[in-house]
């Protein structure tokens, strides 16, 4: 049984993560005003957390310090055993209960100079809607909010999950793409704020998708050059 613990499916998920993205081919793509070395918060849809996750712990952005909330549920586990190896700092806590502390919490970490990847829509949706928490932090802490957008050029999809889960096939062609980063200075209409959000990470992912499919260009490095 103990073969079965958190920990242990967490570093097997892990294991098993890392063989499927050593075969992907990746281009990280930044819209002009993004400033790399700058810390923000990293906003994307829950379906398309994979590459980010995965990807953005080892870059250089926002000088490599990089942070993400993990639920203090048993599931939590198993995922800061993953999410640890991968090189974030963690924030222990739930977007649903005791909300505010998590957000106190990652709005403090945040401070320290981590960038902090969240999923707008998570963690049970309703799928492409943003939460209120990215604007928030983004907002409290005085840092840009950045859309974060993703394509694969063959993926399986999980269409029986909430949010349709995308989990690239391996030899992929995955594209990122940091679009430009919101300055969130009022919150006084949230609804207003979310929609912005809303439209941003969407444009985003479409963006990455015309530059998969090479209708776009813009300015591109590679994964290992980040």
Excluded at 169 to 193: C, H, N, Q, R, W
Aim: proline share 4%; with cysteine.
């Amino acid at each position: 049984m103990k073969l079965l613990s958190p920990s242990f499916i967490g570093g097997f998920a892990h294991f098993l993560s890392q063989l499927i993205v050593k075969t992907l081919r990746v281009d990280i793509c930044v819209h002009p005003n993004v400033v790399v070395e700058r810390q923000h918060i990293y906003a994307f849809w829950h379906d398309k957390q994979f590459a980010p996750i995965m990807l953005l712990a080892k870059s250089k952005l926002g000088q490599g310090k990089h942070a993400c909330l993990v639920s203090a549920s048993g599931d939590g586990e198993m995922l800061s055993e993953w999410l640890k190896r991968l090189g974030y700092r963690l924030v222990r806590g739930s977007s649903s209960r005791k909300a505010l502390s998590s957000l106190v919490n990652l709005i403090a970490v945040t401070k320290e100079g981590y960038s902090v990847g969240i999923t707008a829509d998570g963690p049970r949706g309703p799928i492409y809607k943003a939460k209120t928490g990215p604007a928030f932090i983004a907002y409290k802490a005085g840092v840009g909010l950045i859309p974060l957008g993703v394509a694969y050029s063959a993926k399986w999809q999980f269409n029986k999950s909430w949010d349709k889960y995308q989990l690239p096939k391996p030899f992929a062609k995955t594209v990122i793409y940091i679009g430009e980063p919101l300055a969130i200075t009022d919150i006084s209409d949230m609804d207003k704020v979310l929609e912005n959000v809303d439209q941003a990470i969407n444009d985003s992912d479409q963006k990455a998708l015309q530059i998969l499919e090479g209708r776009e260009e813009t300015l591109s490095f590679s994964y290992n050059s980040l």
